[in-house]
């Protein structure tokens, strides 16, 4: 959905899919998938910020490119510490689990943090 252009609705999502890999899913079984509905909440937001378009100035279109170089510089980068963290959370979870730790035990939510408490022991 990164290069999604036009109106976006979870009808068209769906047609879309099907088109793609021939198969129809409903929209509550998209939804129910979290790097789908991220996808999908994120590109509905980058849609509703879309300007119209209008002329751009010679600086306005060097920005541009520059801006759009920028980007895909920092896609790339991003893009690989992304699979250096896959691959990480895969050996750790290979790992924790050849130690007898199990799922429910690695999703304890770590305990909150009483910043009153340090702040008084900084006093």
């Known amino acids: 959905m990164d290069t999604w252009d036009g109106k976006l609705t979870w009808e068209t999502l769906i047609a879309k899919i099907e088109l793609n890999?021939?198969?129809r899913y409903s929209r509550q079984a998209l939804d129910r998938h979290a790097r789908i509905k991220l996808a999908y909440q994120t590109t509905k937001e980058r849609l509703a910020e879309k300007p119209r378009a209008r002329p751009l100035t010679t600086a306005q279109?060097?920005?541009?490119i520059n801006?759009?170089?920028r980007l895909v510089a920092?896609?790339?980068?991003?893009?690989?510490e992304n699979e250096s963290l896959l691959e990480q959370f895969v050996r750790w979870a290979y790992n924790a689990?050849?130690?007898g730790l199990s799922e429910e035990l690695l999703d304890v939510p770590l305990p909150r943090v009483n910043r009153r408490?340090?702040?008084l022991?900084?006093?």
């Open 121 to 123: 022991e900084v006093k």
């Open 117 to 119: 408490q340090t702040l």
């Open 21 to 23: 890999i021939g198969c």
């Open 97 to 99: 689990t050849l130690h």
């Open 74 to 80: 920092e896609n790339m980068r991003l893009q690989k």
């Open 61 to 64: 279109a060097q920005k541009r």
């Open 67 to 69: 801006d759009y170089e």
